[in-house]
């Protein structure tokens, strides 16, 4: 591994963590004294520290694909350690404006919440009719931004797919390959839970089956992202391997 990977393997690590530490713990605790309270305050802080850590992990992922298109495509131009100050203070300004949006409508139907933490649209369902327009601006926004930043990531490995098959040598396509995979594991995994919670039918509209969403894309996507990383350990990869045949 090279210091760009540690780079980018650290701030994952603190953004995966922070995903799982936002929502795992009071969950935990809720069941444990066998009670489903949120504070306004804790739903608050739960919200904004959400979209914080996940906007910030798709900035990076972003800002990774970059940095494997320049590795692979323009190796000469390599070397300079890309800074992640600008996807966390993306990540921030997402988390305050979502936030602040979300909390500053008026409730004309409760405060239960259908979910095992602080999410905005079970938030959205409990405001008045037609008073959250303006965060429905913010989303649709926000999703156009990350639908940019999906199409910049998959036409980053076009590139780099195409440039990979350009090398004569099987042993340096195999390096290039080892490189892209883990990330691009990620990326998939990180676009086909959030798809999946967002994109679901209204026919397939349930309580259980929110909360089975919600989890995938909440906790799965952090709690797997750092064994698909540690997979580039050799030592890991044939452990897994043997472990795999010893089934067969």
Not at 189 to 208: D, H
């Amino acid at each position: 591994l090279h210091t760009p990977m540690y780079f980018f393997l650290h701030n994952f690590s603190l953004t995966d963590l922070g995903c799982i530490s936002t929502t795992v713990p009071k969950s935990m605790a809720n069941s444990l004294w066998d009670t489903r309270t949120v504070s306004y305050t804790g739903c608050v802080a739960q919200l904004f520290f959400f979209v914080f850590f996940v906007s910030t992990e798709f900035c990076l992922l972003t800002v990774m694909a970059y940095d494997r298109y320049v590795a692979i495509c323009h190796p000469l131009h390599y070397g300079t350690l890309l800074s992640s100050r600008a996807s966390w203070s993306s990540g921030i300004l997402c988390a305050v404006v979502h936030t602040a949006n979300t909390f500053s409508l008026p409730l004309c139907h409760g405060n239960a919440v259908d979910q095992f933490f602080c999410e905005i649209p079970q938030i959205l369902k409990l405001s008045c009719s037609g008073a959250y327009l303006s965060e429905n601006v913010v989303i649709a926004v926000s999703a156009c931004l990350y639908f940019g930043c999906f199409v910049f990531i998959l036409v980053s490995y076009v590139q780099i797919f195409r440039a990979v098959l350009r090398i004569p040598s099987q042993q340096g396509q195999h390096k290039a390959f080892s490189m892209c995979l883990p990330h691009l594991a990620v990326v998939s995994l990180f676009v086909i839970t959030g798809a999946f919670a967002n994109l679901k039918l209204p026919s397939m509209s349930s309580l259980f089956l929110g909360l089975v969403t919600a989890f995938l894309y909440s906790v799965v996507p952090p709690a797997v992202n750092p064994v698909i990383y540690s997979m580039r350990n050799q030592e890991l990869k044939d452990a897994m391997w043997k472990m795999m045949t010893g089934f067969l």
